[in-house]
């Protein structure tokens, strides 16, 4: 797998003819929570795929959205939420119908050791602990806002980010004391992050979808790799990075 930066930089100076720029590389746009999980089911296809090169450009959804919008070169869009794949598909930008092939929900991430001795979301309110959100237009912050107006709970956050992978990032480093993010983010830090259900979390619930785009320069591929994502290894894997089957 190569980086998205150096895509870019090979699409600004020109390396050929539009058809074989586009030769046995598979560019997916996915949203930052499926990083760990898209990662590996990309090295499987890369495998079974000879010459193939799978690029992942992982970021919030709805930045990915805009991007695809604005003609960034992409095969596929995974994204954490059908409002955010249905711009995709009001821009006419989708090859297919999106389908969804994982569901997700939140879950409170502490530090380790959970040193705020945070226990619910009625914490979130506390002007003594610092709280770390997804912003509201992104999909892990539209999810966050269900469940608090669910609990009754107005948050006080110190500070909101744009993708859930931002958020995870301040709980890791102890900057804050606690957080809403995915339940497969938690499970992705490993021991530096504990996660705490609360209940509501079934109000959280957030479908993903996917489709291949309609300026791929690789549809064959677009078309394969999204097969992929929906076969029993695929679904495997989703489902040990925590995520639901839909």
Do not use: W
């Not at 006419?92 to 119908?97: D, E, H, K, L």
């Not at 569901?103 to 409170?108: G, H, K, S, Y």
């Not at 991430?109 to 040193?115: E, F, I, M, R």
């Not at 506390?126 to 609990?151: H, M, N, T, Y």
């Amino acid at each position: 797998m190569r980086p998205f930066a150096l895509v870019v930089l090979l699409v600004l100076v020109g390396c050929g003819a539009p058809g074989s720029a586009a030769d046995g590389r598979v560019t997916v746009f996915a949203a930052a929570s499926l990083t760990e999980a898209f990662t590996e089911l990309a090295e499987d296809f890369e495998a079974a795929h000879a010459g193939v090169d799978v690029v992942l450009n992982f970021a919030g959804s709805s930045a990915l959205a805009q991007q695809i919008g604005q003609g960034a070169p992409a095969d596929v869009f995974a994204s954490a939420s059908p409002a955010t794949m249905d711009q995709v598909v009001a821009a006419n930008a989708t090859a297919a119908g999106p389908v969804t092939f994982a569901r997700n929900r939140l879950e409170i991430a502490v530090p380790a050791g959970n040193p705020a001795g945070i226990t619910g979301l009625a914490d979130f309110a506390d002007a003594e602990a610092k709280i770390a959100l997804c912003a509201e237009q992104v999909p892990c912050g539209a999810a966050a806002k269900r469940a608090f107006e669910a609990a009754g709970v107005t948050p006080r956050p110190d500070t909101l980010e744009q993708d859930v992978k931002a958020v995870l990032t301040k709980v890791r480093l102890g900057e804050v004391d606690a957080a809403l993010v995915y339940r497969t983010d938690v499970r992705s830090a490993g021991g530096e992050v504990e996660g705490i259900a609360f209940p509501g979390a079934d109000d959280t619930v957030t479908d993903y979808p996917i489709a291949p785009l309609a300026r791929a320069r690789n549809a064959d591929g677009a078309r394969g790799f999204v097969a992929h994502v929906r076969s029993d290894r695929g679904r495997a894997v989703l489902a040990a990075a925590g995520f639901d089957a839909p």
